[in-house]
């Protein structure tokens, strides 16, 4: 796993993921803000399996 992902892009999953992890504690509380798992897992390792097979890369100078 090389990573394929920018700070930028790791930045927002981080955030987008926090939101909706927190929104099972707090606002409509169901479960379906644990989704926000995925993203904020992919923010940490900095390496997303969709921009895999799509060919993407946010990382700027890297290759993935």
């Known amino acids: 796993m090389t990573v394929n992902m920018g700070n930028i892009d790791r930045g ?3 955030v987008i993921g926090v ?3 927190l ?6 509380q169901t479960p379906w803000g644990w989704i926000g798992i ?7 390792v ?3 399996p969709l921009y895999s097979l799509l060919g993407m ?3 700027g100078g890297q290759r993935a």
């Open 12 to 14: 927002a999953r981080a």
């Open 19 to 21: 939101v909706l992890i």
């Open 23 to 28: 929104l099972v504690f707090m606002g409509p």
């Open 38 to 44: 995925i993203p904020l897992a992919t923010a940490l």
């Open 46 to 48: 900095g390496w997303c």
């Open 57 to 59: 890369n946010t990382c």
